[in-house]
């Protein structure tokens, strides 16, 4: 046999078993390039964001973990079921850099701690660590994610030339479900069925995110109503059916 032939020949067995190799037993090409764990997490809408750690006492917090927020939060709030006491702390913390604003506050009931997050924050994942103290001064520390990306607001109803603005309570729903807003705007809810309902700030059962927001219950006709000053996203729910009754503010 020629041994062009046979040189060739090995050649192209080589090959195949190489590309046997990369596609079927490694499921890459030979051609993708590499990417960083780091560069897989930088969308969020591919972000991974683990396991939150609790710590002692913790009942809730908002942003809830995993969540990806079309604004940036107002302020990061941790709920526990014990009294807190200084110096506990929270940090919002993104490649580094540290997004809270001004010093923790721990609530008058003592029950949640929060600080306020920098508007400007970019879009990405955010990790919220936080130090829980107590009376005693033991001290239990915890964490979660959440992610910013701005580019869900574009599913959010644009109200933003309105300074006043309705919100129904119907068949189960708030309609619309999420608005974007400017500061100053009042919006008001209004209960449109025979089922009782709450406007309820976010996280449930706390409602601590803005309690501003809370209403008492809503029977049939009932309104509530609530004037956003302040420029943030404000995730709330109805209480009473948590699980299908959910809404978003984006106020700009």
Known sequence: ???????????????????????FKTGKSPSAPSVSEEQETSSTQSASFGIEKKSAHYESNTPTHGAILA????????????????????????????YGVGQVIIDENKLAMRRQMDLASPDGVYTVNYN??????????????????RTKSQSFEDLTGQ????????????????????????????????????????????????PQQNSRLLGNGDTHSVT?????????????????????????
Not at 4 to 23: K, R, S
Not at 132 to 149: E, L, M, N, V
Not at 230 to 239: E, L, R, V
Not at 243 to 251: E, F, K, P, R
Request: charge should be negative; proline fraction near 6%.
């Open 132 to 149: 829980a103290c107590w009376p005693d001064k033991s001290c239990h520390d915890g964490t979660f994610r959440f992610a910013i990306d």
């Open 71 to 98: 604004g940036v939060p107002q302020n990061v709030v941790v709920n526990f079921n014990f009294d807190l006491a200084a110096p506990s702390e929270i940090k919002i913390e993104k490649e580094g850099m540290d």
């Open 1 to 23: 046999m020629n041994k062009p032939l046979i040189a060739a020949a090995v050649v192209i067995i080589l090959l195949i078993g190489f590309f046997y190799f990369v596609f």
């Open 163 to 210: 300074k006043e603005v309705t919100v129904t309570l119907s068949q189960i729903q708030f309609k619309p479900q999420n608005i974007k807003i400017a500061k100053g705007t009042k919006v008001t809810w209004i209960n449109e069925e025979n089922v009782d309902h709450y406007v309820n700030t976010d996280s449930h059962p706390a409602h601590t995110y803005f």
């Open 228 to 252: 956003f000053n302040t420029a943030g996203i404000y995730p709330y729910h109805c209480s009473a059916h948590p699980q299908d009754m959910a809404g978003a503010i984006l106020v700009e």
